[in-house]
């Protein structure tokens, strides 16, 4: 059973930049679409980014500009960074490839 780990979450003022890791137990990282998703209290759990096997990458238009999706096939790692973080950045942050979710890191925006 693979597994998502997600790092990387805190408290951050407005402004200032996070990089989120997600690792995987198991090798899906070179066969499998990698997402990033984001729900905020009372909110929908929206995707921010993904990130496709060969490296083609999508944003919300909420992020596009101030966030970076990565991944490191090798280490089974993918990567999110977060630039110019606004309040209403604040939110979990789920890692998700094909059925499998993550925990989640919290991210806390605000001065």
């Known amino acids: 059973q693979v597994q998502l780990e997600e790092s990387g979450g805190g408290l951050v003022q407005p402004g200032g930049s996070l990089r989120l890791s997600c690792a995987a137990s198991g090798n899906i990282f070179s066969t499998y679409f990698l997402n990033w998703y984001r729900q905020a209290p009372g909110k929908r759990r929206e995707l921010v980014a993904w990130?496709?096997?060969?490296?083609?990458?999508t944003y919300a238009d909420s992020v596009k500009g101030r966030f970076t999706i990565s991944r490191d096939n090798a280490k089974n790692t993918v990567f999110l960074q977060m630039n110019s973080l606004k309040p209403e950045d604040t939110a979990v942050y789920y890692c998700?490839?094909?059925?499998?979710w993550g925990k989640g890191t919290q991210v806390t925006v605000s001065s």
């Open positions: 998700n490839s094909g059925a499998t």
């Open positions: 990130i496709s096997t060969g490296g083609s990458t």
